[in-house]
Nanobody
Framework: VQLQASGGGLVQAGGSLRLSCEAS???????MGWFRQAPGNEREFVAA????????NYADSVKGRFTISRDNTKNTVYLQMNSLKPEDTAVYYC?????????????????WGQGTQVTVSS
């Protein structure tokens, strides 16, 4: 499975961005997630979604501002980010795992995309 993330960029605080992650290759029933890593920090969980899209989970820091969704007909997962803050600045990674349901732990994920930079200016 190959994951291609896109949609990052530079935005002012309070603005919005939508990240996309397209899966190719052996696209079976994967749970998907988004993680982010700021310079000097560990890669942290942001959001996750089950294969069906029926279950989602968010980090407390993004609840109410970010929305994860998926379109299985396009093998694509999205992360809509609203009310962005400077502390959201990071490289955002999408990931896929083979377990049922959703996953919040980095070690659960089997496949990772290359990352897309999000920079929020104050």
């Amino acid at each position: 499975v190959q994951l291609q993330a896109s949609g990052g960029g530079l935005v002012q605080a309070g603005g919005s961005l939508r990240l996309s992650c397209e899966a190719s290759g052996r696209t079976f029933m994967y749970g998907m997630g988004w993680f982010r890593q700021a310079p000097g920090n560990e890669r942290e969980f942001v959001a996750a979604i089950s294969w069906s899209g029926g279950n989602t989970n968010y980090a407390d820091s993004v609840k109410g501002r970010f929305t994860i969704s998926r379109d299985n007909t396009k093998n694509t997962v999205y992360l809509q980010m609203n009310s962005l803050k400077p502390e959201d600045t990071a490289v955002y990674y999408c990931a896929a795992h083979l377990r049922a349901g959703i996953a919040v732990k980095r070690d659960t994920y089997n496949y990772w995309g290359q990352g897309t930079q999000v920079t929020v200016s104050s």
